[in-house]
T-cell receptor, first 116, second 118 residues
Framework: AQKITQTQPGMFVQEKEAVTLDCTYD???????LFWYKQPSSGEMIFLIY??????QNATEGRYSLNFQKARKSANLVISASQLGDSAMYFC?????????????FGQGTELSVKP | GAVVSQHPSWVICKSGTSVKIECRSL??????MFWYRQFPKQSLMLMAT?????????EQGVEKDKFLINHASLTLSTLTVTSAHPEDSSFYIC??????????????FGEGSWLTVV
């Protein structure tokens, strides 16, 4: 079985500051991928960043970086220089490629509010 | 531009009727499509995995006869909510994948469909 846990229901950050959104996971799959998505109030799922379980380096995409600690089974998202437009729901997700048939499973989500 | 198109974006139906939601991959052939349900302020709950040409695999607790999923071609999967009731009102969203291990992070989401049953 696989499980994704986001323990922060809501987070506040001041504009231009950095914020870390926590994500821990558990899986029996030897090969898996970790994702972060942003979901604004419109409902669309916006892909932010991806980390494969065998990737040696932490993934980065512009202002987004993924702090991947495999031994701790954590995949925290760091957003640098927060902007007002970053206010949204953020979901961590995991995809197990062998035992889980490629299913993408989501965490509970964190609602981020950026203050001006 | 969108590579997965979901239709309709909004639908209101009367209790007891059925409603169909379509999920189309526009630029690629999707071997696997996933259907999710999301209540306000909650996570996306996987309902079923749809593979082209075969029966959908439903997650535990999801009623197969209630939520009919058909993946008739490599570019189209449909979700039909049968005999809809107000408690079926939710946000439904699909995603499409090229495959499993070889495609890694290649998953595309549709825009989602808001269903309201009155």
């Amino acid at each position: 079985a696989q499980k994704i846990t986001q323990t922060q229901p809501g987070m506040f950050v001041q504009e231009k500051e950095a914020v870390t959104l926590d994500c821990t996971y558990d899986t029996s799959d030897p090969s898996y991928g970790l994702f972060w998505y942003k979901q604004p109030s419109s409902g669309e799922m916006i892909f932010l960043i991806y980390q494969g379980s065998y990737d040696q380096q932490n993934a980065t995409e512009g202002r987004y970086s993924l702090n991947f600690q495999k031994a701790r089974k954590s995949a925290n998202l760091v957003i640098s220089a927060s902007q007002l437009g970053d206010s949204a729901m953020y979901f961590c997700a995991m995809r197990g490629f062998y035992n889980q048939g490629g299913k993408l499973i989501f965490g509970q989500g964190t609602e981020l509010s950026v203050k001006p | 531009g969108a590579v997965v198109s979901q239709h309709p974006s909004w639908v209101i139906c009367k209790s007891g009727t059925s409603v169909k939601i379509e999920c189309r991959s526009l630029d690629f052939q999707a071997t696997t499509m996933f259907w999710y349900r999301q209540f306000p302020k909650q996570s996306l709950m996987l309902m079923a995995t749809s593979n082209e040409g075969s029966k959908a695999t439903y997650e535990q607790g999801v009623e197969k006869d209630k939520f009919l999923i058909n993946h008739a071609s490599l570019t189209l999967s449909t979700l039909t909510v049968t005999s809809a009731h107000p408690e079926d009102s939710s946000f439904y969203i699909c995603s499409a994948s090229l495959g499993t291990a070889s495609s890694g992070n290649t998953i595309y989401f549709g825009e989602g469909s808001w269903l309201t049953v009155v």
